[in-house]
């Protein structure tokens, strides 16, 4: 059976020009065409959105980089990796003697974590516990996690959990944004201290924290990209 074939209008039929030689169009092409432009625009600014974010974490990488003294054959960890772009920025820094141990809690997040796993050599997923890295004791020389940290349901136990999974004198990069000033609901998420005061982590009590837990603050760049800050930590020989 034989399709119906499709009637095209003639270019000229839908284009037409002013008399200052401006392209218009008649009212058959604006209705068939709004959809496809309002299609076309809303790719766009998807594209424009994921390239912004790729450059802000690709730059933060950077950052981190000099931050931790990442050095070919340095062996890394993210702590609530989400969809692996900051670690495989990190992979890329270590080469291929180095190695980057990438955690997350969710299901989903980590199926996507065990395939880039399984594409690079030098990343290792990890089910992350939900107060432990589950990360071999001593293994790394930096850990780094970005907009994480204030999702800790028991931070205590969580910042042992870290402690312990550095080697003497290793390095914690914790990026964080003040209690509302961040992206997404302002209200506290749920499980996590009130203390916290909203969504986000206040400064001043992630450096309390994870003091008390053995830590020593290293650094704290004024120059991190807004809203987030960031504090370098070191375990303590």
């Known amino acids: 059976m034989q399709g119906k ?14 008399a200052e030689g401006e392209m218009t169009s008649n009212r058959s092409f604006d209705m068939r065409s709004r ?4 299609a076309l625009v809303s790719g766009l600014v998807v594209l424009a959105a994921c390239h912004g974010k790729a450059q802000e974490r690709k730059k933060d990488a950077g950052k981190l980089a000099a931050l931790l003294n990442w050095q070919p054959g340095s062996v890394v960890a993210e702590i609530g990796a989400g969809d692996g772009d900051m670690t495989l920025a990190a992979a890329d820094l270590v080469g291929p003697t180095g190695r980057v141990y990438t955690t997350e809690l969710e299901p989903a997040k980590l199926a996507k974590l065990q395939s880039l796993a399984s594409e690079h050599k030098n990343i290792i997923a990890v089910k992350a516990g939900q107060a432990e890295t589950n990360l071999p004791p001593g293994c790394c020389d930096s850990i780094f996690m970005r907009r994480v940290y204030h999702h800790f349901t028991d931070p205590e136990k969580e910042d042992a959990s870290l402690f312990q999974s550095l080697k003497p004198g290793g390095l914690l990069a914790v990026i964080d944004f003040q209690p509302g000033e961040g992206p997404g609901d302002s209200k506290l998420p749920k499980g996590v201290p009130k203390n916290r005061g909203g969504h986000g982590m206040p400064k001043q009590l992630l450096i309390e924290e994870l003091t008390a837990a053995g830590f020593q603050v290293e650094a704290s760049p004024a120059d991190w990209s807004a809203p987030d800050y960031c504090v370098v930590f070191k375990k303590s020989k």
């Open 5 to 18: 074939a499709l009637a095209l209008e003639p270019f000229s039929s839908v284009i037409k020009w002013n």
């Open 35 to 38: 959809q496809l432009v309002c």
